[in-house]
């Protein structure tokens, strides 16, 4: 049979029930799991034979959504976490040690700079920010021996510039490294990175995924085209593991060499692990995530035309726009539609873009973005406000930037809410 379209995999792709089975996808709500033999058991310890051995490593709910997710992206393997900051941490750490660098674009999310900058920087990982309006020859400048992976957003969040995929591939594959991308606000449905020479993709299924507000999660998905082996430069992927007896991913494990790594040692070790209600919800997410997408960027575009023509707007960014300097970019990686939120200035500044948010009787100020409701937020107080002024403006964030985030709402709903806020202030 030919491979599903995309929607379809939303709701087909996972637990495929068989006969008798449960029609939709059981939650095995089971930190253990029993055996016949001491022998099978010691396998699994050995990486020998596949299976479950304790919940905090894989559970057969989780490892269902994560079959879906991994079939969404075109990888060849994915691995849930208990959070999107947890995924991002694990795309360094399973090819990162003390004294690499890696590089990473500036105008990415609030939380992800500081665990860049602040945290990975005491474990003696070196994060390196450049901007995409730098040259190639510029940005090289950034990459040296210890260089381990590039890093970038999709559609940053606040700022909404699009990365150019193709171009940062092509760097980070010249300096034999791969191509990290957070896909969190365009989503597979929109953009599916490895189409563009992508290796690594990761998201906050807390976000669009979950869509509902409902659980924190995360996950990492491995294309399983990067050539660890080729490259020369990830021993923890190519040469034998202790805590396994000596294996080797590359050998042993071939394409999944990056996503078995993540989990039966980084998993195994942090303990970053979903829980099996968690995947389920999850799963209900994903089931509508295609309906959704559509809702939310049509909703996204309507509202920003509207703002555009606004005389108390001073300033908008959303990349479908026409007049959006990221327009081109969308149209080649986004082409259906990028997502849901849009940045935008109220004349007036900070103390007027405060007093609009207070005006909002149906949008509501949550520290939350992409999900079924209409909610808005000012990152430079909120999520951001722990960057520098120096560090905001590379991030793309001004005072006056209102961070609003269009639900499935019935759009003429949105806009008039919007329209009073206006008129209170």
């Known amino acids: 049979m030919k491979e599903y379209k995309i929607e379809t995999k939303c709701i087909q792709e996972g637990y495929k029930p068989q006969n008798g089975e449960p029609r939709i996808l059981p939650i095995y709500q089971s930190t253990t799991y029993k055996y016949d033999s001491s022998e099978h058991l010691g396998d699994l310890f050995d990486l020998k034979a596949p299976g479950h051995m304790y919940t905090r490593i894989s559970n057969p709910t989780v490892d269902f959504v994560e079959q879906k997710i991994a079939a969404l992206e075109g990888g060849v393997g994915a691995m849930c976490t208990s959070s999107g900051q947890a995924a991002s941490l694990t795309c360094i750490l399973n090819i990162a040690n003390a004294g690499d660098n890696f590089v990473c674009l500036s105008t990415i999310y609030g939380g992800t700079i500081n665990l860049f900058a602040v945290t990975l920087k005491r474990v003696g990982i070196e994060v390196r920010f450049v901007n995409q309006s730098m040259s190639d020859e510029e940005i090289e400048k950034y990459f040296d021996e210890n260089t381990k992976l590039v890093f970038g957003e999709t559609i940053a969040n606040p700022a909404l510039t699009i990365l150019d995929i193709e171009r940062f591939a092509n760097l980070a594959h010249k300096h034999n490294v791969p191509l990290v991308v957070d896909n969190t606000f365009a989503t597979p449905i929109n ?16 976000k669009y995924m979950d869509g509902h507000a409902s659980v924190v999660g995360g996950v990492v998905i491995d294309s399983g085209n990067f050539d660890w082996e080729a490259a020369g430069k990830f021993p923890g992927l190519t040469e034998p593991d202790d805590s396994y ?19 039966v040692q980084l998993m195994r070790d942090l303990g970053v692990t979903p829980q099996p209600m968690t995947a389920f919800i999850l799963n209900l997410g994903l089931e509508t995530l295609a309906l959704r997408m559509e809702r939310h960027c049509q909703n996204a575009l309507a509202v920003a035309k509207f703002l555009e023509n606004n005389e108390n707007v001073s300033w908008i960014n959303y990349p479908d726009l026409e007049s ?6 969308t149209q080649k990686y986004l082409p259906g539609g990028s997502c849901g939120v849009i940045s935008f200035g109220v004349k007036g500044g900070r103390e007027a873009a405060v007093k609009f948010m207070n005006a ?11 999900d079924a409701r209409t909610s808005v937020l000012h990152p430079a107080s909120t999520t951001h406000r722990q960057l520098t002024d120096e560090q905001l403006v590379e991030a793309g964030i001004t005072p006056d930037l209102i961070r609003l985030s269009v639900g499935i709402e019935n759009v003429e709903d949105i806009i008039d809410d919007i329209k009073q806020a206006f008129a209170a202030i």
């Open 324 to 329: 959006s300097d990221q327009y081109a970019l």
């Open 191 to 206: 953009c599916r990175p490895f189409e563009h020479g992508a290796d690594i993709v990761m998201h906050s299924t807390t």
């Open 245 to 263: 007896h000596g294996v080797v991913y590359t050998r042993d494990f071939g394409k999944a060499a990056f996503i078995t790594k993540a989990r």
């Open 360 to 370: 909002l009787k149906m949008a509501a100020i949550v520290v939350h973005v992409a």
